[in-house]
């Protein structure tokens, strides 16, 4: 059976029912993953009828295709989020991560800390924000740090640091402290987030002048500071309306099989931040929406209300979401969205120029490339480098570009296992040999291209392995760098004829951004080796010790040299059993004795 008359055979059995479907390319990779309230209407469509140009390059690279039923269309909203998350598909929308915005949070504990993060976690603390860039962040968090007394110190200290002797702790770790005076610190704290700094502004005014009237003109001045802090932060912010709800407005448009997506973050009445993102579109817009929206709170804290366009059901959101979802039809609700949308629109057609060029310079330095060494439909770059330092902690990367790309998730990091002392050559055999095996073992896709950072001499052990031990016939070639560590050649095939590139070309803008890119990748898992390693503790060898002990124990005793002087006693103090505390007790003594 051909692989059409198979696709049509499954077309033919596709149920009636809400579920997602998974299309699959020719190497078994998930390739997109949609929902549908009608699976047999949804997944016919891609092979029915006409359809733009991105939707028809999906469609073309569709071999396969796999189905789950489910009883619901909100259960189908909530397993595409995982399928995507899983697989993370090509031609799916991506929100990255890296695309997160700090916050500002009040930890959830005893005696709770305030902190700036970027990771959104389930555990009990309260988040505000999002704030535009780290500097905005750590600028409020250092006013609320001198406004409000709460812990700073972790793990807790054994006594009182110098933040409680100049006014900024209540001394926990020492100090019996009020549970109402806390909550009642907390409360303000949440109401200045919440922008409402009407009275913490009055309190400061009313000391201020205090102050000045006791001839405590050093304390007046700094209280001074402190009221136009304040100050600055809230006029940073912009858009303001009377309503002070936290809401978050969502705006989109489409255009030539592209959808934006503008959202407004609305905070105490102002707005204190914006979102955008753009993205190509393969399914109805109305779901990529709602998919988009769902996504988008998975690492985004919930607001009390969000705005959305009439195009998507504000029934499954309320149930996806857990939170209020409205469709405003008049008002000013309606006016946010309508700017959201607007400002949706200024963004894609803005946007539309850049792609075009991107696009357009990062497929000429490809097909260049290809022409250059004679490889008509060149698409996929595996590009390796080894890094060491005189031959110890040695390691080597790969990364991978696709269509000109960098594709981040199939970089690898590799540990040399079999080479002792500085050999280049023979780590290079490792990594391909360990490479390629995987890659035919798990009959996965090879590349067009195998690229090596280095010379003849590592490009020759590269073709022994392809050719010798797995008889593939892949093109390869090695960038070779100038005194300055520049890309200089091009070296290709047997013998590493040099070919010829014009250094202004796009192509070889493109070899020096894949060279650049697999030196950073492999010195940065090199650093990381070695940082572990210079960091590493007598602990970490001890059977029986994992981090939490590690941890348990250096909050005990304060250091590691306080536990090589602990005795047998101290250390089961500290909570271990007897057993274990006379393993670490012999452990820490060898290492001194050493």
């Given at each position: 059976?051909s692989?059409?008359?198979?696709?049509?055979?499954?077309?033919?059995?596709l149920p009636?029912e809400?579920?997602?479907?998974?299309?699959?390319?020719?190497?078994?990779?998930?390739?997109?993953?949609?929902?549908?309230?009608?699976?047999?209407?949804?997944?016919?469509?891609?092979?029915?009828?006409?359809?733009?140009?991105?939707?028809?390059?999906?469609?073309?690279?569709?071999?396969?295709?796999?189905y789950?039923?489910?009883?619901?269309?909100?259960?189908?909203?909530?397993?595409?989020?995982?399928?995507?998350?899983?697989?993370?598909?090509?031609?799916n929308?991506?929100?990255?991560?890296?695309?997160?915005?700090?916050?500002?949070?009040?930890?959830?504990?005893?005696?709770?800390?305030?902190?700036?993060?970027?990771?959104?976690?389930?555990?009990?603390?309260?988040?505000?924000g999002?704030?535009?860039?780290?500097?905005?962040?750590?600028?409020?968090?250092?006013?609320?740090?001198?406004?409000?007394?709460?812990?700073?110190c972790?793990?807790?200290?054994?006594?009182?640091?110098?933040?409680?002797?100049i006014?900024?702790?209540?001394?926990p770790?020492?100090?019996?402290?009020?549970?109402?005076?806390?909550?009642?610190?907390?409360?303000?704290?949440?109401?200045?987030?919440?922008?409402e700094?009407?009275?913490?502004?009055?309190?400061?005014?009313?000391?201020?002048?205090k102050?000045?009237?006791?001839?405590?003109?050093?304390?007046?001045?700094?209280?001074?500071?402190?009221?136009?802090?304040?100050?600055?932060?809230?006029?940073?912010?912009?858009?303001i309306?009377?309503?002070?709800?936290?809401?978050?407005?969502?705006?989109?448009?489409?255009?030539?099989?592209?959808?934006?997506?503008?959202?407004?973050?609305?905070r105490?009445?102002?707005?204190i931040?914006?979102?955008?993102?753009?993205?190509?579109l393969?399914?109805?817009?109305s779901?990529?929406?709602e998919?988009?929206?769902?996504?988008?709170?998975e690492?985004n804290?919930?607001?009390?209300?969000?705005?959305?366009?009439?195009?998507?059901?504000?029934d499954?959101?309320n149930?996806?979401?857990?939170?209020k979802?409205?469709?405003?039809?008049?008002?000013?609700?309606?006016?946010?969205?309508?700017?959201?949308t607007?400002n949706?629109?200024i963004?894609?057609?803005?946007?539309?120029?850049?792609?075009?060029?991107?696009?357009?310079?990062?497929?000429?330095?490809?097909?260049?490339?290809?022409?250059?060494?004679?490889?008509?439909?060149?698409?996929?770059?595996?590009?390796?480098?080894?890094?060491?330092?005189?031959?110890?902690?040695?390691?080597?990367?790969?990364?991978?570009f696709?269509d000109?790309?960098?594709?981040?998730?199939?970089?690898?990091?590799?540990?040399?296992?079999?080479?002792?002392?500085?050999?280049?050559?023979?780590?290079?055999?490792?990594?391909?040999?360990?490479?390629?095996?995987?890659?035919?073992?798990?009959?996965?896709?090879?590349?067009?291209?195998?690229?090596?950072?280095?010379?003849?001499?590592?490009?020759?052990?590269?073709?022994?392995?392809?050719?010798?031990?797995?008889?593939?016939?892949?093109?390869?070639?090695?960038l070779?760098?100038?005194?300055?560590?520049?890309?200089?050649?091009?070296?290709?095939?047997?013998?590493?004829?040099?070919?010829?590139?014009?250094?202004?070309?796009?192509?070889?803008?493109?070899?020096?951004?894949?060279?650049?890119?697999?030196?950073?990748?492999?010195?940065?898992?090199?650093?990381?080796?070695?940082?572990?390693?210079?960091?590493?503790?007598?602990?970490?060898?001890?059977?029986?010790?994992?981090?939490?002990?590690?941890?348990?124990?250096?909050?005990?005793?304060?250091?590691?040299?306080?536990?090589?002087?602990?005795?047998?006693?101290?250390?089961?103090e500290?909570?271990?059993?007897?057993?274990?505390?006379?393993?670490?007790?012999?452990?820490?003594?060898?290492?001194?004795?050493e």
């Amino acid at each position: 059976m051909s692989q059409t008359d198979h696709i049509k055979h499954k077309l033919a059995l596709l149920p009636d029912e809400p579920g997602c479907y998974l299309h699959k390319n020719e190497y078994g990779e998930v390739i997109y993953v949609g929902k549908a309230k009608n699976l047999k209407n949804r997944v016919r469509s891609y092979f029915t009828g006409a359809h733009d140009i991105k939707t028809m390059r999906l469609v073309a690279e569709i071999r396969d295709f796999e189905y789950i039923v489910t009883a619901s269309e909100l259960e189908a909203l909530l397993l595409e989020m995982t399928l995507i998350k899983k697989h993370d598909p090509k031609y799916n929308i991506r929100l990255k991560d890296d695309k997160t915005y700090p916050y500002i949070k009040i930890t959830n504990e005893p005696y709770p800390r305030l902190l700036t993060t970027r990771k959104l976690k389930k555990d009990g603390g309260h988040y505000f924000g999002p704030y535009p860039n780290a500097y905005a962040a750590n600028e409020t968090k250092r006013l609320l740090d001198k406004l409000y007394p709460l812990r700073k110190c972790q793990p807790m200290p054994r006594k009182l640091c110098l933040y409680y002797h100049i006014g900024q702790c209540l001394g926990p770790c020492e100090l019996a402290v009020d549970t109402d005076d806390q909550k009642a610190i907390v409360q303000e704290i949440r109401g200045f987030l919440n922008g409402e700094t009407a009275e913490t502004l009055a309190k400061l005014e009313v000391d201020m002048v205090k102050a000045a009237e006791e001839m405590q003109f050093e304390r007046a001045a700094e209280l001074r500071d402190q009221i136009r802090a304040v100050e600055s932060i809230m006029n940073k912010q912009n858009m303001i309306t009377a309503d002070p709800t936290a809401r978050d407005v969502f705006g989109y448009t489409l255009d030539r099989g592209w959808m934006c997506v503008q959202v407004f973050y609305m905070r105490g009445g102002k707005m204190i931040e914006r979102d955008v993102s753009l993205f190509p579109l393969h399914g109805e817009p109305s779901e990529e929406l709602e998919s988009f929206i769902v996504q988008f709170y998975e690492q985004n804290v919930l607001p009390k209300e969000v705005l959305v366009p009439e195009i998507v059901r504000i029934d499954l959101l309320n149930d996806a979401l857990g939170t209020k979802v409205m469709q405003p039809k008049r008002g000013a609700k309606r006016q946010l969205l309508a700017l959201a949308t607007k400002n949706a629109e200024i963004a894609l057609n803005e946007k539309f120029e850049l792609l075009a060029r991107d696009e357009e310079r990062t497929l000429l330095a490809m097909r260049e490339l290809g022409e250059a060494i004679g490889i008509p439909n060149l698409s996929r770059v595996d590009i390796i480098d080894n890094a060491n330092i005189q031959g110890s902690d040695a390691v080597s990367a790969l990364v991978v570009f696709e269509d000109g790309k960098p594709l981040k998730k199939e970089y690898r990091k590799y540990k040399i296992r079999t080479v002792q002392g500085p050999d280049d050559y023979e780590t290079m055999r490792e990594v391909v040999r360990r490479r390629f095996r995987r890659l035919l073992t798990e009959e996965k896709r090879l590349p067009d291209l195998l690229l090596i950072d280095g010379g003849i001499g590592q490009l020759n052990a590269a073709l022994d392995v392809l050719h010798n031990e797995f008889g593939l016939d892949l093109p390869v070639g090695s960038l070779k760098k100038d005194d300055r560590h520049r890309t200089s050649q091009l070296l290709f095939g047997e013998g590493g004829g040099v070919i010829e590139l014009n250094s202004r070309s796009s192509a070889f803008y493109l070899l020096q951004r894949m060279q650049d890119e697999v030196h950073r990748f492999a010195i940065t898992f090199h650093r990381s080796l070695r940082t572990k390693k210079m960091t590493k503790s007598v602990l970490d060898d001890i059977p029986g010790v994992g981090q939490k002990r590690r941890q348990q124990l250096i909050r005990h005793f304060g250091s590691m040299k306080q536990i090589r002087l602990a005795s047998l006693e101290q250390l089961k103090e500290a909570g271990l059993p007897e057993k274990l505390a006379e393993t670490v007790l012999q452990h820490v003594h060898e290492e001194t004795d050493e």
